[in-house]
């Protein structure tokens, strides 16, 4: 009985790397770790994380661990633990191998976001028809016209223009493409809007500009 209880508990760690694994990757492709979405996908990674190491200790150890067996018959002193029998330290040890096993597993998603790719901006010309434009200014430090969303059909041409009355790195997150623009010397990139979600398009090191909501 303890042995089918110990292979349920595996079982049911196993399981529990499917919620894991969503919440990891929600987080993953998140533009902001404030929304409703992106804190409840880290509380279902918290929570399933933590039952995976639980459940597969329990596992493990009713797997280990024998049913005493009563012979009906005096109680006779239980012998010395003999040579072949795990120590205390080692018995420490295994009981650290579920929470090994479940960092392991989690680990190949908790990498650092990709480096963004350096762009080719261009002088900001007449759109064509088909593009979306999206533009902003930097003027004193600040987004002018106010930070604001942009909606952009998702796999349609998005043609981004920035100016700015001082020296600056443009960052589209989501998409990781960066781009440098001079003072007087507005400039523009075309990018196919590929990626579902919220994007914000900040002047570094964080004036945010605006936001591309691609849907």
């Known amino acids: 009985m303890r042995a089918w ?28 770790l404030l929304t409703f979405a992106s804190l409840f996908a880290a509380f279902v990674l918290v929570v399933s994380s933590a039952s995976i190491a639980v459940f597969a200790q329990l596992g493990v150890l009713a797997l280990i661990r024998r049913e005493p067996v009563d012979f009906g018959g005096p109680v006779m002193p239980t012998p010395a633990p003999s040579s072949g029998a795990p120590s205390s330290g080692g018995r420490r040890a295994l009981r650290a191998v579920p929470f090994l096993l479940a960092a392991l597993a989690l680990l190949p998603g908790c990498t650092a976001a990709p480096p963004a790719q350096a762009a080719t901006p261009a002088a900001c010309g007449s ?37 700015a009355d001082v020296a600056a790195d443009i960052h589209v997150h ?35 500009l605006l936001q591309l909501e691609v849907k």
């Open 127 to 163: 759109p064509s028809p088909d593009q979306v434009v999206a533009t902003a200014a930097l003027q004193d430090g600040k987004a002018s016209p106010a930070p604001h969303r942009v909606s952009v059909p998702l796999g349609s041409q998005v043609r981004l223009g920035v100016s």
């Open 174 to 208: 989501g998409y990781e493409l960066e781009y440098s623009v001079q003072p007087g010397q507005p400039a523009c990139i075309v990018f196919v809007a590929s990626q579902a979600g919220l994007f914000d398009v900040e002047a570094h090191p964080d004036t945010l």
């Open 5 to 32: 209880t110990g292979l349920l508990l595996l079982v049911s760690s196993v399981v529990l790397a499917v919620p894991a694994l969503f919440g990891l990757k929600v987080l993953m492709s998140a533009t902001s």
